[in-house]
């Protein structure tokens, strides 16, 4: 079965040719309108990026191996195995066609670093593979805040897997495009540091933390909210003001209700279809009126109400909030025991 032929050094190169044109395009992305700033490069940047950090994957796997045939076949997508009759009333599995001129994926690059023992994070590639398939269905000017949280994820990605698996220095290898991730890596994680800070006098309810985390600007995609210095200086506070407290978002100034969102990300956590056989993981609390009532853990996350009554008295089934009125007892209980006072 004749293979493409690889140039693993052609891997490298294209990789590195596309991280520096990822960067230029996010430089160019995030410039004002006046200064030749592009909104749409935001989307060509992401392309570029993920696409240069695939390259770079796939160099590694080629360079695992000695003979460049081998490392074709570790590249390139093999032909389709189909089975076919052994003529001895058998089955035997064979190879149909030659190998494809197209390259491995995501799943596949990773079957093969596990293969050769090559480490990587998978979880934060596979968070920035959804994150561009995501970026391709936006307008590209609601997703300069995303692409910016994309290119500081990146970097230590990029430093680490340069370093150790490549053994080279990434200042060296990436060139001009290395001082600018840089840069925006550490503005990003220190503006990041700074939000999470101003919250901790906003009044967040404690078991929200999680999803006040998970909030990004609805207008831009970014990670970079501040509790609305106006909120702060009045008194008011998330907890008991959700219903006008505000975020602002530091890459472009947009600012909303911070608790809706907060809501809504915990509401989307728990998302189900009913055409499934699903049922919903939060509801409306009895007490605040939130919804935040999550039903597996039988209590609020805003108000941190309980059930006065976890589960029935008579056979222990678990109850809901719809059942805390019938005194610790279960529907079909209840209903027994609502007969039974009638009979009397």
């Known amino acids: 079965m004749a293979m493409p032929a690889l140039d693993a050094e052609k891997l490298k190169e294209n990789a590195l040719t596309s991280i520096r044109l990822g960067i230029e395009d996010f430089q160019r992305s995030r410039l004002p309108l006046e200064q030749s700033g592009d909104p749409a490069r935001a989307l060509s940047a992401i392309r570029n990026l993920f696409a240069g950090v695939l390259l770079l994957f796939k160099y590694k796997i080629a360079t695992s191996v000695d003979d460049p045939d081998d490392a074709a076949t570790l590249i390139f997508n093999p032909p389709e195995v189909l089975p076919q009759a052994d003529g001895n009333g058998g089955v035997a599995w064979n190879p149909v066609g030659k190998f494809k001129r197209t390259t491995i994926d995501v799943a596949t690059i990773k079957k093969r670093f596990e293969g050769f023992d090559i480490d990587m994070d998978w979880t934060t590639i596979e968070k920035l593979q959804e994150c561009r398939n995501h970026l391709e269905h936006l307008h590209p000017a609601n997703t300069l805040g995303e692409v910016a949280d994309f290119v500081a994820e990146l970097f230590p990605i990029l430093r680490g897997f340069i370093q150790t698996q490549m053994n080279e220095q990434p200042a060296e290898l990436l060139g001009a495009a290395w001082p ?72 472009c100034g947009y600012s909303d209700l911070i608790g809706p969102l907060m809501i809504k990300n915990l509401e989307d956590a728990y998302d189900y279809d009913p055409r499934d056989g699903g049922e919903p993981g939060v509801e409306t609390c009895n007490e605040c009126q939130r919804d935040t009532f999550v039903i597996g853990e039988q209590h609020c996350l805003w108000c941190r109400a309980e059930l006065d009554y976890p589960e029935c008295t008579v056979c222990e089934e678990p109850l809901r909030q719809e059942d805390q009125f019938n005194g610790g007892l279960c529907g079909y209980h209840n209903h027994v025991y609502e007969k039974m006072m009638r009979d009397d």
């Open 180 to 251: 600018i991730m840089l840069e925006h890596h550490t503005f990003l994680m220190d503006t990041r540091a700074e939000c999470i800070t101003a919250w901790d006098d906003a009044g967040v309810p404690d078991l929200m933390q999680p999803w006040l985390e998970e909030c990004q600007c609805e207008e831009c995609g970014s990670s970079l909210l501040r509790p609305h210095a106006e909120d702060i200086e009045e008194g008011m506070g998330v907890e008991r003001y959700d219903e006008k407290f505000r975020y602002v978002c530091v890459a």
